[in-house]
Structures are given as C-alpha cells and as structure tokens.
C-alpha cells in the first residue's frame, strides 16, 4: 500500500463548477500538508500549505485536512480553463521528506 | 530574477552514456533536492543535499550521484548503472518552513 493514496483521474468538468480533489494517507505521523499545482512539462508550483486540521481558503482555492481520518482535500471554485493542470498532494513529519500522491488531472471545458 | 533554473530542458543520450543534469537556485535556501517523475507515480526523492558538501540517499539513489561543492548547485549525473533513466527530472530547495519550491524540470530520453 502506498503511503498516499490519490485517484489520477482524469476529471473533466465545464467551467464554473467546483473542482474537488482529495487524498488519503497511512501515516499518522504527517502533519504538514500541500497542495501543488503542475502544468503540462512544468515543474509543480506550490498552491496551499496547511499544518492543522480544519480549512484554509485562499481566494478561489480551499484546502482541508482531516487527520482524524486521514484525508486531505482540494476544492477549486468557479474553475476556469486556466485550472487545467494536474494537482500533485504532498505531505511530511516533521522533517524535510515530502510524500507525494500521484497527481489528478484536471480538464476544465470552457 | 530568483528562482530555481535546470538545464537542458530535453536531453537525448545512447544507453550507456553517463549524463549531467544542472540544477542552480540563487534563493540562498540551504537544501536541495532531486526527484524523479514518472506517470502515475508520483514524484520520487532521488537525492538530498541540506548543507554544501553534504548529501544523503533518498528512496531510488541507486544509479544516480550529486555533488554539492556550491551552495548554488546540486548537478545530478545519472549513470549507466540507471536501469531505466528515461524519465522528468525535478530539482527542488526549501524555503521557510521546509516548503519545496520546484525548478522547470529536464526531461531525459535515453535510447
């Protein structure tokens, strides 16, 4: 079993909706938790950066964390074309070694 | 203009060949790091410097050696002894509190 665990889609939505994208983990040892964003032949930019459980909003992104169930999750509202990217979790303890998900990729219709 | 710049962007080699990938950072961050990304699977921590002339193993260093003589530069060689090196290479340092901020990326062909 990976350590984390996310479905690579693809997802495929029209513009406007709601993007939600979600991870699951095994260690209960995590507790920082991100969010990045890659494009096409593009190196993963960093999106969200959470540490607690609850949500963080950041204009039209949302993350939330729930590490009593371990899982984590990604809402991107009023999606636009522009959104179209894959969407990589990642998480650690306390240390520097990131776990990262696959990646969920993202088509937003115009 | 800071970032995190990797050189070339594509690179081609014959089977067999040993090949450097170039990694600079002039955000002054202390750490850096290499990944490999494959479809599907995520990205995978190659190897790790936190201080200069200082590096460690990550999960899949066999095949692969670094050197970090410059705070600036992390190169990665990747070796004949890499069985299957086609791959998208990521370079990575720490900022702040440890997020990774990622270079462009090289994609390596090997043929």
């Known amino acids: 079993q990976k350590e984390v665990e996310q479905d690579p889609g693809p997802l495929s939505v029209p513009e406007g909706a709601i993007v939600s994208l979600n991870c699951t983990y095994s260690?209960?040892?995590?507790?920082?938790f991100m969010w990045y964003r890659q494009y096409s032949r593009k190196g993963p930019e960093l999106l969200m950066y959470t540490y607690s459980s609850g949500n963080k909003e950041d204009g039209r992104f949302t993350a939330q964390v729930d590490k009593s169930s371990k899982y984590i999750s990604l809402f991107i509202r009023d999606s636009q074309p522009s959104d179209s990217a894959t969407y990589l979790c990642?998480?650690?303890?306390?240390?520097?070694?990131?776990?990262f998900g696959a990646g969920t990729t993202v088509t937003v219709r115009a | 203009d800071g970032g995190i710049t990797q050189s070339p962007k594509y690179l081609f080699r014959k089977e067999g060949q040993n090949v450097t990938l170039s990694c600079e950072q002039n955000?002054?961050?202390?750490?850096m790091y290499w990944y490999r990304q494959d479809p599907g699977q995520g990205l995978r921590l190659i190897y790790y410097?936190?201080?200069?002339?200082?590096?460690q193993k990550g999960d899949i260093a066999e095949g692969y050696s670094v050197s970090r003589e410059k705070k600036e530069s992390f190169p990665l060689t990747v070796t004949s002894a890499q069985k299957n090196p086609t791959a998208f290479y990521l370079c990575a340092t720490t900022g702040g509190l440890y997020e990774q901020y990622f270079g462009p990326g090289t994609r390596l062909t090997v043929t």
């Open positions: 260690n209960s040892a995590f507790q920082y």
């Open positions: 410097s936190q201080i200069v002339n200082d590096f």
């Open positions: 955000l002054n961050h202390d750490a």
């Open positions: 990642a998480m650690r303890e306390n240390d520097y070694k990131l776990s």
